[in-house]
């Protein structure tokens, strides 16, 4: 937060019950081992108070469009609440992972949830969650839990950031490149070097390339080791630092997402499905598109085919969206190129890839066919979502391919956009002969 709030931040923090006011950091993604991994469907509880730091308020009303919309998609089921008294060994006996999206306990719930833990409940907590200025307050939370001791210092403004991962055998990165690009969000520091903690295992840091961290250069980071998404082996747990958007404070209106970044939203996924039951230990990586086989790249929405318009061949020619045909103007190849990104020629002309016009990063640019040059906007991250079903994430911009407005007509031209979970944003592939 803003240097100017902090003040007003610790004032209202130690003037009620509650011990810190937390702010939570766009579309699902799941990935598909991950799910297999996955008991059964499994009941998430999310708690949050909301009436703290616009940018913690509007991360509270994302999440509770956000995690029921995964939960559909990957076999679970999410709720919020601001009830925090249903922290207690009934109010959790039906859940088998709980979350803290904006906050932490009150003293009078703490007892309940240490025993939850204890016993073999699951959690994941987000930013503000793990933020105080007395970690001794609650010890057992803040020093042996989460291992980060007292807040110690933030960036700001909010930032995008591109994150190292450091565990890529943890189930909750199971897919992930070396490197991933993260939502928007102020970030924290600890008191604590959670490097010297047997217990403490760090999925993701910072990564070293995205030095200097905040546009304030009196609350930047220049240099240094910050984790930013952790576990404690002892437990099932997960903390992620993000979860604070970017706001014009001025009229409490939204200019980021926490859900913006796919990459992001796959480890939340993977993550939520290991607590929720999967097994301790990494699935083996599956990947069931064949580099060699042509497909057709049906839209869950309208069940029509991904299609070049006209059947063109040439440099700009339209994909849409058409009654599936079987022609070669509807069939595509996935010829890996790095990192887990494809290009997706067509069968036309198979010299000519899938293209983001202009390699544009707004969402609703339109998408065509080029020459494949190796551009990040010529790639695409298949990202399973079970049951056969993919969404497609562009190197470039980290939006979805999407059908506008979740049409089902002929002929409407497919965008890139912001990746929100929808089935406008899901495909099914078909092998062709």
């Known amino acids: 937060m803003p ?23 766009t579309g699902p993604a799941g990935n598909a081992a991950t799910k297999q991994a996955a008991a059964a469907p499994f009941k998430v509880l999310a708690f949050y108070n909301g009436t703290w730091d616009a940018a913690h308020i509007d991360f509270d009303k994302e999440a509770k469009d956000w995690f029921p919309a995964a939960a559909a998609q990957n076999g ?32 009078s719930a703490r007892a309940a949830f240490q025993t939850y833990m204890q016993n073999g409940g699951a959690w994941m907590g987000f930013h503000v969650s793990a933020f105080t200025t007395d970690p001794n307050s609650w010890s057992w939370y803040h ?14 403004g909010p930032t995008a950031e591109t994150l190292k991962i450091e565990d890529r055998g943890h189930p909750s990165t199971a897919g992930l490149p070396a490197t991933i690009q993260s939502s928007v969000s102020e970030w924290y520091s600890w008191s604590r070097d959670l490097r010297q903690n047997p217990d403490i295992d760090i999925l993701a840091s910072i990564d070293q ?30 903390y992620a630092n993000f979860g604070h958007n970017d706001m014009n404070y001025s009229t409490n209106t939204r200019t980021s997402s ?48 991904i299609d070049a318009r006209a059947a063109g061949t040439t440099n700009g020619t339209a994909i849409q969206q058409y009654a599936c045909n079987a022609t070669n103007a509807q069939q595509y190849q996935f010829a890996p190129t790095s990192g887990g990104f494809v290009r997706v020629n067509n069968r036309g002309n198979s010299a000519q890839a899938l293209d983001v016009t202009n390699v544009s990063t707004a969402d609703n640019a ?20 079970g049951g056969g079903y993919y969404h497609f994430v562009n190197r470039n911009s980290g939006k979805c391919l999407d059908v506008p407005a979740a049409s089902t ?18 495909y099914r592939l078909t092998a062709q002969s």
């Open 3 to 25: 240097r100017k709030l902090v003040k007003r931040f610790l004032a209202a923090l130690f003037g009620i019950t509650v011990a810190a006011s937390v702010g939570l950091a």
């Open 143 to 156: 020093n042996t839990f989460l291992g980060s001791g007292a807040f110690q210092t933030n960036t700001w």
């Open 209 to 238: 390339s995205s030095f200097p961290v905040g546009t304030d250069p009196n609350q930047q980071w220049r240099s240094g080791y910050y984790p930013l998404m952790w576990t404690n082996t002892k437990y099932k747990m997960l």
């Open 258 to 305: 926490t859900f913006a970044s796919a990459q992001q939203n796959q480890w939340l996924i993977n993550g939520l499905l290991w607590l929720g039951g999967g097994g301790g230990t990494t699935p083996p990586p599956t990947d069931p598109i064949s580099s060699t086989t042509w497909y057709s790249v049906i839209n869950k929405t309208s069940g029509k085919c």
């Open 409 to 426: 007509a002929d002929g409407v031209q497919l965008v890139q956009y912001a990746c929100n979970g929808t089935a406008a944003q899901s």
């Open 366 to 385: 339109p998408i065509q066919t080029w020459t494949y040059g190796g551009g990040n906007n010529q790639q695409w991250q298949p990202v399973s979502e």
């Open 76 to 107: 679970f089921t999410w709720e919020a609440t601001t009830d925090w008294s249903r922290l207690s060994a009934s109010g959790l006996s039906q859940y088998k992972v709980i979350m803290f999206l904006d906050d932490l306990p009150p003293a």
